[in-house]
């Protein structure tokens, strides 16, 4: 993956010679800059929803027996010159007939834009050709070792090629008929491609005044809205208008290059040296990485400058503390539930709603563990939108970046502020009458915990087990999508509805928010191993049922959709070590409350080894852990070269959805 790409490099043709330069040709297939296509993708969305609904209409009519109509304002039958001053009515159409003359138009549209940006981009090559003619190209010898500059200079388009594609000359393209009679079944469909492509393309500067002014009368006449039938209709079409207008103003052009792309090499040699080469001597500009899957990027974050990196990565770090500061109210005011004891000898009036409901103070002890259970459920949903404010590009990294928050979330406020505030509360009276005693209430008190987050370690190991392996919410969902959603057929059966999907589609195991439970867990362990040593065995059983269940649930149920190439994996470990210090600082301060200075020095050498253990391992070990050795990159090349058609594995895997697929037919067939 390339981002910050220099403004000279920024097409195909240009990114495979620079690499193909620094590489030997034959190890380079193919390159992909990323393109600006929002009308594009706007069209494909809506082609995929004509899809979606023409085959349910065609389902219908195949087991039912009767075309499907629905209501559509369109206009009535008339000629071109008259369709314009008649009033839209609304009547009922074929459904089958309607969707199948949008989705013929929605293609030729589509295929129009595809082909207007492949001659835009300036490149010989299209997007759609033969991938073994790149390999056969890639393996060709360059013409000498050149400089990079004069190649992307000669490779730039010159101002002859982008007038003759402005102006739509020698394209090897035909323009959409405005008067198709298939363009007028649709309602709105000619007026919205002619709006839209006259936005981005002027008369051209090699036509006629004659021409010029014929083309000027028609974008004229094809921008006026027809007439409404009432005041609403017309007041909508305005801001519709309006924000066609808005939304082209703000934009860039279609088929702007962004400052990113991906580049696929046929070596795992090439592979890794791209990625720890330094490319340019200017700084944040050119910058190399491992690319995630096809099916693992995502797309509106492709090619952000390092501004705009920035700015989100500061606006989810003060989302995060924003939401922590408040959490740690919300996480006291749920430990205080469970100390209705310690409430009641502070605040003497709650004594009258004990005595009323004597068992109140033993239900909200019991309830508070699963209060803080559905406070973590609800947390992970909360930092995983702030997560993708940081315009990540792959999903991989937002997990991982929703493991480092949630980790840290979890050690602040569900054991520090958990600990503190128990402890505070359980000793608060004794601190205001005896305020000379405070050290040693909490040097009492913070070992007092430990029954505490033992009752919560075991209420959320059973819970989340229990719902893990017995699937509820899966089988909930899947039961109402069988009731309520559409199953006439065994792909839609198949099919997600809304928000339920059906039991076929497992999903992919949440790995960023069990693994921060594991943190949390560790945490726990290392603290009060030493100050309750029972909480050792506890927490054995519970590691030993988080491994057999979870080992299951990923064998057998989840399915791996794209691959994380371990991205939690580092951070996982840098938390380990994390929890060491927070236990090895803990246990000094409770023998420090407890005014044990032998104790505290022989634990703090343990601190130090600590602190020089996490220097060692900063030096090689996680450079490891993302870069791939060149001894294995050597093994795996060789067994993989001549073995593997490179060529049809990765050309065209990087190119964008939008631009991919110029044609789509139903996979329904109507039954006669």
């Not at 834009?113 to 393996?139: A, C, F, M, N, W």
């Not at 560790?522 to 590691?543: G, H, T």
Request: aromatic share 8%.
């Amino acid at each position: 993956y390339v981002k910050h790409i220099p403004p000279n490099m920024r097409s195909d043709r240009a990114l495979l010679d620079y690499f193909r330069a620094v590489f030997p040709p034959g190890d380079v297939v193919d390159a992909r800059v990323a393109l600006d296509t929002p009308q594009l993708d706007r069209l494909v969305a809506e082609r995929d929803a004509v899809v979606h609904k023409l085959e349910r209409a065609i389902n219908v009519a195949n087991r039912k027996g009767v075309r499907p109509r629905h209501r559509s304002l369109v206009p009535q039958t008339a000629s071109a010159s008259i369709r314009t001053t008649i009033r839209d009515t609304l009547t009922k159409v074929d459904s089958i007939d309607t969707y199948t003359s949008q989705l013929a138009a929605l293609n030729r549209s589509i295929t129009h834009r595809i082909h207007r940006l492949e001659q835009r981009s300036g490149d010989s090559r299209t997007y759609d050709e033969d991938p073994k003619i790149v390999l056969e190209e890639s393996q060709q010898s360059p013409p000498s070792h050149r400089s990079v500059e004069r190649t992307q200079s000669s490779l730039t388009p010159n101002s002859d090629m982008r007038s003759s594609i402005r102006s739509g000359r020698n394209t090897g393209y035909q323009a959409l008929d405005e008067h198709d009679p298939l363009l007028r079944e649709i309602p709105g469909t000619r007026e919205h491609i002619q709006r839209v492509d006259d936005m981005e393309e002027g008369p051209g500067p090699d036509l006629s005044e004659s021409d010029a002014a014929d083309h000027h009368q028609r974008r004229t006449r094809d921008r006026l809205p027809p007439p409404a039938s009432d005041r609403w209709t017309r007041t909508v079409r305005s801001l519709a208008a309006a924000g066609t207008g808005m939304v082209a103003l703000l934009s860039r052009p279609e088929g702007t290059r962004r400052d990113a792309g991906f580049v696929s090499f046929r070596t795992l040699t090439a592979r890794q040296s791209a990625i720890q080469m330094v490319h340019t001597a200017a700084p944040f500009t050119m910058t190399v990485g491992a690319a995630p899957g096809p099916g693992d990027i995502v797309w509106k974050n492709i090619g952000r400058d390092h501004r705009a990196e920035l700015v989100g990565k500061v606006t989810g770090s003060v989302l995060t503390m924003t939401l922590c500061l408040f959490w740690t109210f919300l996480t006291s005011f749920v430990t205080i539930l469970g100390k209705v004891d310690s409430l009641v000898k502070l605040l003497p009036f709650l004594e009258k709603w004990t005595e009323k409901f004597p068992q109140l103070g033993s239900l909200l002890l019991q309830v508070e563990p699963l209060i803080l259970v559905i406070l973590i459920s609800l947390l992970s949903s909360i930092l995983l939108f702030f997560a993708k404010q940081e315009g990540l590009v792959s999903k991989s990294q937002l997990q991982a970046s929703l493991f480092q928050k949630l980790s840290l979330f979890l050690i602040v406020q569900f054991f520090f502020v958990k600990m503190i505030s128990s402890s505070v509360l359980a000793e608060l009276q004794l601190m205001i009458n005896y305020p000379r005693e405070i050290v040693d209430l909490l040097a009492r008190a913070v070992p007092d915990q430990s029954s505490s987050f033992m009752q919560y370690v075991l209420v959320q190991t059973f819970v989340y087990l229990g719902t893990e392996i017995l699937r509820l919410r899966p089988i909930l969902f899947a039961w109402i999508r069988s009731r309520m959603g559409p199953n006439l057929t065994e792909k839609e059966r198949a099919q997600q509805w809304l928000l339920f999907r059906p039991l076929c589609i497992s999903g992919e195991s949440e790995f960023a928010t069990t693994l921060a439970n594991l943190v949390l867990f560790y945490s726990i362990l290392l603290v009060y191993s030493v100050m309750s040593p029972v909480l050792n065995w506890i927490m054995c059983a519970v590691f030993f049922l988080l491994s057999m269940v979870y080992r299951h649930q990923v064998y057998y149920i989840y399915a791996p959709t794209h691959e994380t190439e371990g991205n939690i994996f580092p951070q996982f470990v840098k938390m380990v070590i994390l929890c060491i210090y927070v236990a090895e600082v803990t246990l000094m301060g409770v023998l420090g409350l407890k005014k044990s200075p032998v104790a505290v020095g022989l634990v703090f050498p343990l601190l130090v080894g600590t602190v020089f253990f996490n220097m060692y391992i900063n030096l090689e070990h996680y450079r490891l852990t993302h870069f791939l050795p060149a001894t294995m990159s050597v093994a795996e090349d060789e067994k993989n070269v001549g073995a593997i058609d490179f060529a049809a594995l990765v050309s065209g895997k990087y190119l964008q959805p939008s631009l991919q697929k110029k044609i789509v037919e139903p996979e329904s067939v109507l039954e006669k």
